[in-house]
């Protein structure tokens, strides 16, 4: 079993920054992969970023240049750097945790919301 907790959601003008954390525990050896998704109202949660045991990330198209994900491994920790934030990029965000046999973790999620 995994666990995953989000913390550093809130409040941003649009324009401003922000970053989120994913603290994992439990059985973290297994994992492979970290991902961030998010969910804003009305929407399907869609997918962010993600970056793998190598450290390769990828993102997608509507956050390419201004989000950036990376990991420490030492605290069992992946972050979202977020950056021009945008009114549509308020959402709920997710970490995700995909472990060795492809299984999903999830956290609780945070807030974001960015004002125009």
């Known amino acids: 079993q995994v666990q995953l907790v989000e913390s550093g959601g809130g409040l941003v003008q649009a324009g401003g920054s922000l970053r989120l954390s994913c603290v994992a525990s439990?059985?973290?050896?297994?994992?492979?992969?970290f991902g961030w998704f998010r969910q804003a109202p009305g929407k399907q949660r869609e997918w962010v970023a993600g970056?793998?045991?190598?450290?390769?990330?990828n993102y997608a198209d509507s956050v390419k240049g201004r989000f950036t994900i990376n990991r420490d491994n030492a605290k069992n920790t992946v972050y979202l750097q977020m950056s021009s934030l945008k009114p549509e990029d308020t959402a709920v965000y997710y970490c995700?945790?995909?472990?060795?046999?492809?299984?999903?973790?999830w956290g609780q999620g945070t807030q974001v919301t960015v004002s125009s």
């Open positions: 439990g059985s973290t050896l297994s994992i492979n992969a």
């Open positions: 970056i793998d045991s190598g450290g390769r990330t």
């Open positions: 995700n945790a995909l472990n060795d046999g492809l299984r999903a973790y």
